[in-house]
């Protein structure tokens, strides 16, 4: 049976980082998957997961089964950063469990949504690749609709539009902040809109929140998922902690649940815990149990929220730098001073990408998506050099 397995590519994105680390070249840069950099470069582990990783080996007693939910003392502790400070599970309408990183909160999410009756989803694209291959997993009906214009802000008129013709029981999945490939968000204001929309066409919001904290801080990233949630009765949320504690291989993530009526909530989620043990029984626990640490710690905290200021900081420092460049060549960067997050879209060809690849050992994904923490004050103006000289 083995014979009629045939050869599948292998993800573009996470190919590329062999691919970089295969390059001899001293001066290559970085630019693909998602993760942060410091500015020389780096991706520490952060002091706060470092001092809670200590108090976990002091203090952890068992390495016994949780059951499929993983850490809900992890899964609560987070509530108040996704939900508010002011009553997180919405009277009883909010609750969750631990996933294995955001990945495994979409892919749960959209399988509730598909159990839930759910055969339609609609999306912005760009997005994230594996969104759509985890929707033509599960078997569900993919609309598209573009995320953003050529002139680098939402479309609103597009979101309008797909809602327009979705039908109730349709779903809609939003990126919450930071969006990813692009790093263009909805405002404030389009947010209020888009809930609205959401809800008087009946619509079952899937939000993806991966980033919060990335794009203007913990609470201002909070926004869009808040503001959704204040208007309609249910809602699927998926959540990462994967890039703001910096647990990338940990594979620290959330799955809730928002029901219209508290008396549903433990149907639901007994559902996703029939999923859970069917696709990887528990999560893994490690990551999630050092998150929980900082979040149950005042100074631990308070420690984390710094190292989050700073990314954030660099980030901005970095995307300043590129706009203040303005043109490079053909590329004006100037749009990407004021987009949000870990990512941007630099309007290239594969032809041009392939070139800066080849000839400049500079790595960035197919979509022409890079990873702005990837440059550094040392590599930013040979990236603007060498962008110039392959778009002239
Ligand atoms: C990315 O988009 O680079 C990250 O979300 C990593 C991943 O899993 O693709």
Known sequence: MLENLEQQPADALLALIKLHNADPRADKIDLGVGVYRTGEGDTPVFAAIKAAEKKLLETQDSKAYLGPEGDMGFVHALMPYVFGKDDPSKGGRIDGMQTPGGTGGVRLAAALAKKAGVQRIWMGVPSWPNHAQIL???GLELKTFAHSTKDGVVDMDALRAALAEAQPGDAVLLHGCCHNPTGIDYSNADWDEIAGLVK?????????????????????DAYGVRRVLAEVPEALI??????????????????????????????????GHTLARAAWSMPPDHGAAAVRLILEDEALTRLWLDELDTMRARMRQVRARLADAGKAGAIDLAPLGGQNGLFSIVPLSGEQILKLRNDHGIYMAGSGRINVAGLTMGNIDKFIADLATVSA
């Open 136 to 138: 033509a997993d599960l």
């Open 200 to 220: 008087a066409r009946g619509v079952l919001p899937v939000l993806d929140l991966a980033y919060q904290g990335l794009g203007y801080g913990m609470e201002e």
């Open 238 to 271: 998926a959540y990462s902690c994967d890039k703001n504690f910096g647990m990338y291989r940990d594979r620290v993530g959330a799955v809730y649940a928002m029901v219209a009526d508290p008396a549903q909530l433990n149907a639901v989620l007994s559902n």
